[in-house]
């Protein structure tokens, strides 16, 4: 999807969304999805939430680090009926052990994405991994 143009890439999203409905494994669909997109060192200021992009700018900008990433995967969750009622949440934290920043998104304080590119639950994360700083995600239309 990510060398398409802008009306395309919309076209290609919504089709995500749409089997992310129905998917057996919509977790692992939207990691699948994202983890083909090309990576840049920074896009956005993961710590300034009022300059982060809204999903559309998301798709049309195109340019995606590791914290961009989670942020596509939690909005692209947010924009189906399934996941509407949920709550997410994305988590800034630092690996004390391998002096390593992550990005996470946890839904329903139970299930987390961006933990080594798979999901677990909250319970399953190492307790070496200390959060810094808890967005609670707006609901989005």
Not at 51 to 56: C, K, M, T
Not at 72 to 86: A, N, P, V, W
């Amino acid at each position: 999807m990510f060398d398409l143009k802008y009306e395309e890439r919309l076209q290609t999203w919504s089709c995500l969304r749409q089997d992310l409905e129905t998917a057996t494994d919509p977790f692992q669909l939207v990691i699948d999805f994202y983890s083909t997109a090309p990576r840049v060192s920074i896009a956005t200021d993961p710590w300034d939430e009022t300059r982060w992009p809204d999903p559309w700018e998301m798709i049309l900008e195109n340019q995606y680090d590791e914290f961009l990433t989670v942020l596509g995967q939690c909005y692209s969750l947010q924009l189906t009926d399934r996941f509407k009622g949920s709550d997410f949440e994305i988590h800034i934290g630092i690996d004390e052990i391998e002096s390593r920043t992550c990005y996470l998104l946890i839904i329903d304080n139970s299930t987390t994405l961006g933990w080594n590119d798979s999901y677990v639950t909250i319970d399953d994360l190492p307790k070496s991994l200390v959060s810094q700083k808890i967005y609670t995600m707006p609901k989005i239309q």
